[in-house]
């Protein structure tokens, strides 16, 4: 008897806060802004002695400090950052923000990380305004709320930010803040897998594979865990693998199936690991391999996916 091989469909978790800083663009010194990015060193000497004569520039001050993070002096960025967003320049508040929720200069401080986050979205940086969302969908420096998550959320997606809008999908898919609504969840997705990202294209292939909010559509499912798989999102590899195995919306072709879902079991996936010992323990599209299988069965169950257990 045939061992049958796991497609998995959906990701039902949120996307966590985003690390990198934002880049002021509105810059008042072109030298400073051409260096800060790719010559931080230099940027440094340059904005240093703009800075000594106008030393209560809010953009220099917030370009000078990030050429410190890009050098990993964050003490001295901290410094500079503060002063910045005390005068209230969006950017450096959000950076700020940044520094205290990753801990770089100062010690980790989640409330310190939302207090200014907060005053950089109330002046609309997008950046911000889903950081705060994922801070009170995760209940980080401020009690848990649903609600106003989403309202963050909406926020941000609403000018076009792709995490937002694949945030948003989400938490209509599982009805978190707001009634469950797979239409919504499809229409959220869509926006932010139009704009390539991959979480987004994979769920959306996801709703086409479970005709959830829209439907049911093998060809599409198929289309939207390519792309994903693509950029290397390690469950649409799966996925794709699966559905290439079976001949869900494509011809079935072992050889696909073999290639994605080894992409996706090098990035340690267990479903796939498990999908490959499937492959090899059937011989589908390779010589029957018992051995090999076990050590596909053995990995999965390692990485904690019970039904591969039965094989080791």
């Given at each position: 008897m045939k061992t049958k091989f796991i497609i998995f469909a959906l990701i039902a978790t949120l996307t966590g806060c985003v690390n990198q800083i934002q880049v002021q663009s509105q810059a008042q010194n072109q030298s400073c802004q051409e260096l800060y990015l790719t010559n931080p060193q230099s940027a440094i000497n340059i904005c240093q002695n703009e800075l000594t004569q106008n030393p209560n520039n809010a953009e220099l001050q917030f370009y000078l400090g990030y050429a410190y993070v890009n050098i990993k002096d964050y003490t001295k960025a901290i410094g500079l950052l503060t002063k910045s967003a005390n005068q209230g320049l969006?950017?450096?508040?959000?950076?700020?923000?940044?520094?205290?929720?990753?801990?770089?200069?100062?010690?980790?401080?989640?409330?310190?990380?939302?207090?200014?986050?907060?005053?950089?979205?109330?002046?609309?940086?997008?950046?911000?305004?889903?950081?705060?969302?994922?801070?009170?969908?995760?209940?980080?420096?401020?009690?848990?709320?649903?609600?106003?998550?989403?309202?963050w959320f909406v926020k941000s997606?609403?000018?076009?930010?792709?995490?937002?809008?694949?945030?948003?999908?989400?938490?209509?898919?599982?009805?978190?803040?707001?009634k469950q609504d797979y239409q919504k969840a499809f229409e959220w997705y869509t926006k932010s897998a139009n704009r390539g990202y991959a979480q987004a294209e994979y769920n959306l292939g996801g709703m086409y594979y479970n005709g959830h909010g829209i439907k049911q559509d093998y060809t599409k499912a198929l289309e939207w865990f390519t792309k994903s798989a693509s950029q290397g999102d390690t469950f649409a590899q799966n996925n794709l693998g699966a559905m290439y195995h079976s001949g869900e919306g494509v011809k079935q072709d072992y050889v696909q199936a073999l290639e994605w879902y080894t992409k996706s079991a090098n990035q340690d996936n267990a479903e796939a690991q498990y999908n490959l010992g499937v492959i090899y323990?059937?011989?589908?599209?390779?010589?029957?391999?018992?051995?090999?299988?076990?050590?596909?069965?053995?990995?999965?169950?390692?990485?904690?996916?019970?039904?591969?257990?039965?094989?080791?």
């Open positions: 969006a950017p450096a508040q959000y950076n700020l923000g940044v520094m205290y929720y990753n801990g770089h200069g100062i010690k980790q401080d989640y409330q310190k990380a939302f207090e200014w986050y907060t005053k950089s979205a109330n002046q609309g940086l997008v950046e911000a305004q889903y950081n705060l969302g994922v801070m009170y969908e995760g209940g980080q420096g401020v009690k848990q709320d649903y609600v106003q998550a989403l309202e997606a609403n000018q076009g930010y792709a995490q937002a809008e694949y945030n948003l999908g989400v938490m209509y898919y599982n009805g978190h803040g707001i323990h059937n011989g589908d599209g390779v010589k029957q391999n018992p051995n090999t299988a076990k050590q596909w069965f053995n990995k999965a169950c390692e990485n904690g996916l019970e039904i591969a257990c039965q094989y080791r």
